[in-house]
Nanobody, 122 residues
């Protein structure tokens, strides 16, 4: 099992940046970590993930080139650096532990954090 603790949400202006953190209690080498987001009235969508085995990352087309996911295996923490935030970004961002595949289906993730809120407002 793994407990996920997220931090780093907040409010930024359009074009701004935020970094989200997902602490895994030292289990980052065991579980791949994914980030999902869910806006009010919309389905949860995959954003990015990082593989526990080789550190490879995957990104949704909507965030490629603007978001970067990384992992500090010593700290057991995964990060999502979000740059050039747009009006489609506001949502609750969830980190989850499971499988980093090219599909990032929610059922591939067994453990979920509570989700920090990200707001983009001028």
């Amino acid at each position: 099992q793994v407990q996920l603790v997220e931090s780093g949400g907040g409010s930024v202006q359009p074009g701004g940046s935020l970094r989200l953190s997902c602490a895994t209690s030292g289990r980052l080498h065991v579980y791949s970590i994914g980030w999902f987001r869910q806006a009010p009235g919309k389905e949860r969508e995959a954003v990015s993930c990082i593989s526990s085995s080789d550190g490879k990352t995957w990104y949704a087309d909507s965030v490629k080139g603007r978001f970067t996911m990384s992992g500090d295996y010593g700290k057991g923490t995964a990060y999502l650096q979000m740059n050039s935030l747009r009006s489609d970004a506001p949502a609750i961002y969830y980190c989850a532990a499971g499988l980093c595949s090219g599909y990032m289906r929610t059922y591939e993730y067994d453990y979920w954090g509570q989700g920090p809120q990200v707001t983009v407002s001028s």
